[in-house]
C-alpha cells in the first residue's frame, strides 16, 4: 500500500459503510414507525457503554452506533410526521451537508473557508429575494431562530441605546435606559430566552391581547404604543404563529410602530416562507418595511438542522452589536467575514446546504412546496375533524391547524376532554403510522397539525387520516 493508499483507505471504508447506513434508513421511511419505538432506558443501557481504554476501529463504531440507535430515531425525515414544525432534508442539501462535514472549514472568516464566505453572500442575496426583503438589508446564518431572534434583537438595542446616547457594546446595560418590548399573546417564547440572553430580561415584555384570529389589531398596538412613549422600543410582530399560523396586519402596525421610533422586528420562523408562494405572499403585505426579519431553513426549505437566518435593515447597526476584531486574524479586503454579522467564531458553513437547497428547488419549485403543505394541512385537518369524537379547531390558512378529541361522556368536563386529546395524540404515534404534537391554544389541549415536509404526499395524508380513525374506532 503506497502513502496515498494510506491516508484515503481509512475514510473510504467508513464512509462507504456509512452510506449503506444512510440509504438503508432513508430508503425504510415509508414503512418504518415514525415515532420512537424504545424506552429511554434502553436507550441508555445500550449507549451506555463503558469508556472504552483503547480506541475502537471506525467501521466497528459506525455499525454499533446504527444498531444502538435504532428504535430512537424519530421519522422527521419522512412525510407522515406532522410535529412541531419540522421540515424534512433534501437531496442536495443533505449531500451538501456531507460536503460541508467533509470539507470542515471554520467559515467565520473568509480567510478560513473562501468559498464557504462565498457560498454565504450568494445565500443572503437569494434569500432576501425570495423572501421579498429590501436588498440592503445585512443577515447572518445562524443555527435557528432562537439564535436569529439574538442577532437582530442585539441590533436593535445597539440602535435603539446609540440614539439616546447610550454605547451598549462598550458600557454595558447597568444604567442604561430601559427598553420595552411590545408583542402578543402569541409570541413564541424563544424570544423570551432572547431577552434573557441579552440582557434585557422578560420584565421588558409587554404582552398584547389579540383578535379571533390571533392578529395584532392597530388600536391595541397604538394603545400601548402611546404608554410609556419616551422608552426605547421594539415591536415583535407574528408572520404565522406556531399554533394557527396567524399573520399580524403588517401594513397597518409597521407604520404605526415607526411613528413612536420603534424597532419592528418579525417573527418569521416558518411563516415568511409564504412569500415565495403567490397564493399566500399576501399575508405578508407590507412586511418588507419592517427593521429585522428571522425565519428558519431547517423548517420550510428543508436544509438539514441546524439553519436559520437573520435579516437587519439596518447594516450598520447589526455589524456594530456582532462584530468583534482580534489580533490573530487575518482580513481580506473587501471580503465578507460571516462572524462579523453572527454570534459565533466557530461555525460551520451552513450556507452551503442552502444554497444546494434553493438550487434544487428554483423559485417554482419553493412555491410549489409552500402549497403543497398547506393543502396537505388543510385536508387533514379537515378529514381527522370530520371523524366521529373529533373536532376541528381552526382549519389551516397556511400549514398549521387544530383538532381536538373529546371525551365520550354525556357531562364530559374541558380536563376529559383535554386528557382524551391527549390520549389519542399518544396512541397515534403508538401506531407508528403518523406523529403529532400537543399544545394548549386559548385553554383547551389540541392536536396541532403541521405541514413541512417536501415528501409529504396525498398517500401520506390518506395513512394519517387512516391510522387516526382506527385509534378512534378503538376507543
Not at 419540522?86 to 456531507?98: F, M, Q, S, V
Request: proline share 4%; net charge negative.
Amino acid at each position: 500500500m503506497n502513502e496515498t493508499e494510506a491516508m484515503i483507505s481509512p475514510f473510504r471504508q467508513v464512509l462507504e459503510q456509512t452510506l449503506t447506513h444512510a440509504l438503508s434508513y432513508l430508503e425504510q421511511l415509508e414503512q418504518a414507525p415514525v415515532g420512537a419505538t424504545v424506552e429511554r432506558a434502553a436507550l441508555r443501557q445500550r449507549l451506555g457503554r463503558q469508556f472504552p481504554e483503547a480506541g475502537i476501529e471506525a467501521t466497528q463504531v459506525i455499525d454499533e452506533l446504527v444498531t444502538d440507535m435504532a428504535g430512537g430515531i424519530i421519522g422527521s425525515a419522512g412525510g407522515r410526521f406532522f410535529g412541531w414544525v419540522i421540515g424534512g432534508t433534501l437531496p442536495a442539501a443533505l449531500a451538501a451537508d456531507w460536503l460541508t462535514a467533509t470539507w470542515d472549514q471554520n467559515s467565520a472568516r473568509y480567510t478560513g473557508g473562501p468559498a464557504e464566505a462565498v457560498i454565504e453572500e450568494v445565500c443572503g442575496a437569494w434569500l432576501k429575494e425570495i423572501l421579498g426583503l429590501p436588498q440592503e438589508a445585512s443577515f447572518a446564518l445562524v443555527t435557528g431562530s432562537q439564535m436569529a431572534h439574538v442577532t437582530c434583537l442585539a441590533a436593535a438595542r445597539h440602535a435603539l441605546l446609540e440614539r439616546v446616547g447610550w454605547d451598549v457594546e462598550r458600557a454595558g446595560l447597568a444604567g442604561a435606559p430601559p427598553i420595552r418590548v411590545l408583542t402578543s399573546t402569541e409570541h413564541h417564547k424563544s424570544l423570551e430566552r432572547a431577552l434573557r440572553l441579552l440582557g434585557l430580561g422578560t420584565d421588558s415584555l409587554r404582552v398584547l391581547p389579540v383578535d379571533e384570529y390571533g392578529r395584532l389589531l392597530p388600536a391595541t398596538l397604538a394603545q400601548a404604543l402611546a404608554k410609556e412613549a419616551d422608552f426605547p422600543t421594539i415591536v415583535v410582530l407574528q408572520a404565522g404563529d406556531l399554533n394557527i399560523g396567524a399573520y399580524d396586519p403588517f401594513a397597518e402596525l409597521i407604520p404605526l410602530a415607526h411613528q413612536f421610533k420603534a424597532w419592528v422586528h418579525i417573527d418569521g420562523a416558518f411563516g415568511l416562507w409564504a412569500q415565495a408562494s403567490p397564493s399566500y405572499r399576501h399575508l405578508l403585505r407590507g412586511v418588507d418595511q419592517a427593521d429585522s426579519w428571522i425565519t428558519d431553513g431547517h423548517k420550510w426549505l428543508n436544509t438539514p438542522y441546524d439553519c436559520g437566518y437573520a435579516f437587519v435593515a439596518h447594516p450598520q447597526a447589526h455589524r456594530g452589536a456582532l462584530a468583534q476584531q482580534a489580533d490573530y486574524i487575518v482580513r481580506t479586503e473587501a471580503a465578507r467575514d460571516p462572524s462579523d454579522w453572527n454570534p459565533e467564531w466557530s461555525r460551520r458553513g451552513r450556507g452551503v446546504a442552502t444554497y444546494a437547497a434553493l438550487r434544487q428547488l428554483g423559485r417554482k419549485g419553493i412555491a410549489d412546496l409552500i402549497e403543497r403543505c398547506c393543502q396537505h394541512a388543510e385536508t387533514l385537518v379537515t378529514q381527522i375533524g370530520s371523524l366521529p369524537g373529533a373536532q376541528i379547531v381552526w382549519k389551516p390558512q397556511v400549514n398549521q391547524g387544530l383538532v381536538r378529541f373529546l371525551d365520550k361522556g354525556p357531562t364530559a368536563t374541558q380536563a376529559q376532554h383535554d386528557r382524551r386529546t391527549d390520549t389519542i395524540i399518544a396512541r397515534i404515534a403508538e401506531t407508528g403510522e403518523a406523529f403529532f404534537s400537543g399544545t394548549t391554544w386559548r385553554g383547551q389541549r389540541c392536536m396541532r397539525v403541521s405541514v413541512c415536509n417536501w415528501q409529504t404526499s396525498e398517500q401520506d395524508v390518506a395513512r394519517a387520516v387512516a391510522a387516526v380513525e382506527r385509534v378512534l374506532m378503538q376507543e
